[in-house]
């Protein structure tokens, strides 16, 4: 049992719940708009979730050098030597191609390019990216936004305007987000030698870029209603909740402990991602 276990946390469940809960936010405006289709909604939510848990196998393989320094990764499996690289790499490789391959037969071509583009941009792009660079999390940022876009392609088969505007929300929501992650475990990070923007230009530098962000997710969120695919409610609202992010950080900003100030942004993040994946999926069947 704790074999399985183990596997089952190789593909980072916790990952997989996040980004199905912005597909899926994706996916419902997309119905709003043009119809529903049951199987279609069960196929991308499926096939997405093994695509992003075959990412997440892979980066735990490059990763397991680096997780042996940091005591939060020591108890994962291939640090541990439970499961071999090996076997991982077979297992990611079994996950991804049953993922792609839900993609092509039941959702359409172009989610399918979608994954594997995304796949290969977290394992390889991203994977190197956050050796060598503190730009890492920006570049990361493209992985996470694509559930959204993927979701919402499922249903039209094509990408347009809502689905860049959705994209750019997830990469902006994902800079504070992450960043205020980086704070956090700026010490472990700095042990396991990983160029994070905490630690290679400071926590101020970092959260100045948070409250950047921050600003520009107020002007990103209501793009859908300017586009004219949301109402006037997800309009206030989706302001109303960037604003109240950023009103928070700045009403903290002298908070003496930066890891509790980071903490507070962080866990208002995970709400406002949750609203504002609700307020897209109904937006467009509000006034």
Request: proline share 5%; net charge positive.
């Amino acid at each position: 049992m704790q074999r399985v276990c183990d596997y089952y946390l190789l593909t980072k469940p916790g990952i997989i719940q996040g980004n199905a809960l912005s597909l899926l936010a994706g996916n419902v405006l997309a119905i709003t708009l043009y119809g529903f289709n049951a199987w279609t909604t069960l196929a991308v939510f499926i096939g997405t979730s093994l695509v992003i848990g075959s990412a997440c196998v892979f980066n735990n393989i490059l990763d397991r050098e680096m997780d042996k320094r940091m005591p939060r990764t020591r108890d994962r499996a291939l640090v541990r030597g439970t499961i071999t690289p090996s076997a991982a790499a077979i297992y990611g490789t079994v996950v991804g191609v049953a993922g792609l391959a839900i993609l092509w037969l039941w959702v359409n071509p172009l989610v399918t390019i979608l994954g594997v583009i995304s796949l290969v941009w977290y394992v390889l792009i991203y994977g190197y990216a956050k050796r060598t660079t503190p730009w890492s999390t920006l570049i990361g940022s493209v992985c996470g936004a694509m559930p959204p876009v993927a979701g919402y392609a499922a249903v039209t088969g094509s990408i347009d305007l809502a689905a860049v505007i959705l994209f750019a929300i997830l990469t902006v929501w994902q800079m504070p987000h992450f960043y205020a992650l980086a704070i956090r475990r700026r010490d472990e990070y700095a042990v396991a030698q990983w160029p994070v923007l905490p630690v290679v230009r400071g926590v101020n530098t970092t959260k100045k870029r948070i409250v950047m962000y921050m600003v520009l997710f107020c002007f990103t969120a209501p793009l859908l209603t300017l586009a004219g695919y949301t109402g006037m409610v997800y309009f206030v609202a989706s302001i109303a909740l960037a604003v109240y992010w950023l009103v928070v950080a700045l009403r903290t900003w002298q908070e003496p402990n930066d890891h509790k100030w980071a903490g507070r942004v962080f866990g208002i993040s995970l709400l406002v991602l949750t609203l504002q994946s609700l307020l897209i999926a109904v937006g467009h069947i509000l006034p």
